[in-house]
């Protein structure tokens, strides 16, 4: 059984593809098409599809379009209201709905061989549900999904029992935790659909002091749902234009609405157990990338875990349309293996890149140490290392390193990346040392998708990656799953007695994460990186020769 998934309709398009009901391919159109989360959510890109990457997905797995048994396309337009029945009056939604009913159409003229009658349309949130729970290594769980929006509604609350989904809850439109959030994004100066993890980084800046005020315009109603009121933000701190400097208000804003959210989560979760009893939360959808409200879910809901989709975001439900169309073909689908699902290079692909490139290269010993040794010396080191990640997150294969011990390091590599200051770095730590160095989000996490606390007597020593307010966004290196990096961490460890390292993306400020290996040269060239490792191979930044 071969089914592919596509997400289109609004933003950050992505196919993937389920094999036997085993996930082996995912991949973001973005990192393809080299366009920031693949295109604008406006209502005349709703067409555009991720030909790109259903492209590659099929020639991965060595499939003809002719050869599928179902493309599962995350979006029902069958379900969709009017503009006035949503409450959103968005006169584009009938230019959204029209595209999606011709999907079929635009997916057989992309994929020649086709057939139109072998797309099925999944309900949106039914897609990420299915990303998560039916992805999750527990097969039974609860799950809630939350995001701006999709057919009519912005959120779903159901369990998963062997598989099949019971829906319990779902809260419609306009009321949407995801697109109050998106409001103020914007009303920040950021863009929204794009930049609302800058909120949450600006937030621990802030202090929650508009709470109270807006404790009665976002509140959960006790019945698995909840109301967002229509909130004037220019109430609590003037409107920014975009790179305008923020404020102490701008700041208490974002930490407000930041406490909120993470309140009514909290109450969302705890309803949620109370109807499943189940162990295990899942979630899904673009609020489920907020680190520090899942850590709240965790510490004050009364589940002993929360599986978070590593591609929480609408890129995850082509995976999630995909596993629940093939379940209801009839497989048995599997957890998906991990986040490494995109593009990879053999040895000789990536030395051929770079012989082309007509740069010098070398192959050493061991490129973990090799890399260790430059980290320890405080340089800069591009990492790019087996198959891409899917999600907005860089978990080791497409990364930028740095030393976590200098204070200096922040201000170093957010100027490399060309990006706020105010923006934290995450570590990368050994998961046998974790513990050790951080309390109060779960070990292990090796998705970077929780906040941890920093050990008191830690934070001078890793200061990099230790955020204003005490706190690190962690990704557990598993010797496992993650040999190499592993391997690397553990010979930068012996160097400095630090068994931590700076992550960041592979990218700089605007441009989608590094994903081939001409991608990996041109930002190498174009940033002030001291070290490109790439599969086996090293390439050094040239020393400037001294002028006369």
Request: proline fraction near 7%; glycine fraction near 8%.
């Amino acid at each position: 059984m071969k089914v592919l998934g596509i997400n289109a309709i609004y933003h950050d398009p992505a196919a993937a593809l389920v094999v036997d009901g085993e996930v082996v391919a995912a991949a973001e159109e973005e990192r393809f098409s080299r366009r920031k989360h693949g295109k604008r959510p406006l209502p005349w890109s709703a067409w555009e599809l991720p030909e790109l990457s259903a492209a590659w997905c099929l020639r991965h797995a060595g499939i003809r379009p002719e050869e599928l048994d179902a493309v599962a396309y995350s979006f029902d337009p069958a379900l969709m209201v009017t503009p006035e029945e949503t409450g959103l009056f968005d006169d584009g939604d009938v230019m959204r709905q029209k595209y999606a009913q011709m999907a079929p159409d635009f997916l057989a003229h992309a994929l020649p061989g086709l057939d139109p009658a072998k797309v099925h349309f999944v309900k949106h949130h039914v897609a990420h549900a299915a990303s998560a729970g039916k992805a999750a290594p527990q097969r039974d769980n609860a799950v809630l999904v939350l995001d701006g929006r999709g057919e009519a509604h912005s959120h779903l609350a159901g369990r998963y029992v062997d598989g099949q989904l019971e829906v319990l809850a779902g809260q419609s439109l306009p009321h949407s935790l995801g697109l109050m959030y998106e409001e103020l994004t914007d009303h920040l100066g950021f863009l929204r659909s794009s930049d609302e993890f800058k909120v949450m980084a600006m937030a621990s800046y802030g202090k929650p002091r508009f709470l109270g005020e807006l404790s009665e315009l976002i509140r959960a109603t006790g019945d698995g749902g909840f109301v967002t009121e229509r909130i004037d933000f220019t109430e609590f701190a003037p409107r920014l234009g975009k790179d305008e400097p923020w404020t102490e208000a701008h700041a208490d804003l974002a930490a407000s609405v930041q406490t909120r959210l993470e309140e009514v989560l909290v109450d969302l979760a705890r309803w949620v157990h109370e109807q499943t009893g189940e162990k295990t939360l899942t979630m899904a959808g673009g609020t489920a990338l907020n680190c520090v409200a899942n850590t709240r879910i965790l510490a004050e809901s009364p589940f002993e875990q929360v599986w978070v989709q590593p591609a929480a975001g609408d890129a995850g439900t082509a995976l999630g349309a995909a596993l629940h169309v093939a379940a209801e073909l009839g497989e048995r689908t599997e957890p998906m293996p991990g986040a490494a699902l995109g593009r990879g290079w053999t040895d000789d692909e990536i030395e051929r890149w770079l012989e082309t490139a007509a740069i010098d290269y070398e192959r050493p010993d061991d490129v973990a140490e090799a890399v260790a040794e430059v980290l320890a010396d405080n340089g800069i080191v591009a990492w790019f290392q087996g198959r891409s990640e899917y999600g907005p997150r860089a978990l080791g294969h497409r990364s930028l390193l740095a030393h976590p011990g200098f204070q200096a390091n922040l201000e170093r590599m957010n100027d490399v990346k060309g990006r706020e200051q105010f923006r934290p770095v995450a570590p990368m730590v050994l998961l046998e040392r974790a513990p050790d160095i951080f309390s109060r989000g779960p070990i292990p996490s090796p998705y970077m998708l929780f906040v941890h606390d920093v050990a008191e007597e830690w934070r001078d020593r890793i200061p990099t990656v230790t955020h204003v307010d005490g706190t690190a966004r962690i990704q557990t290196i598993d010797p496992d799953t993650e040999p190499l990096v592993h391997r690397m961490i553990s010979a930068f460890e012996r160097r400095t007695g630090l068994p931590v390292v700076v992550n960041t993306s592979l990218n700089t400020a605007g441009r989608p994460m590094v994903d081939d290996p001409r991608d990996a040269l041109e930002c190498f060239g174009s940033a002030p990186v001291d070290l490109l490792a790439i599969g086996p191979f090293v390439v050094r930044r040239p020393r400037p020769t001294p002028r006369p």
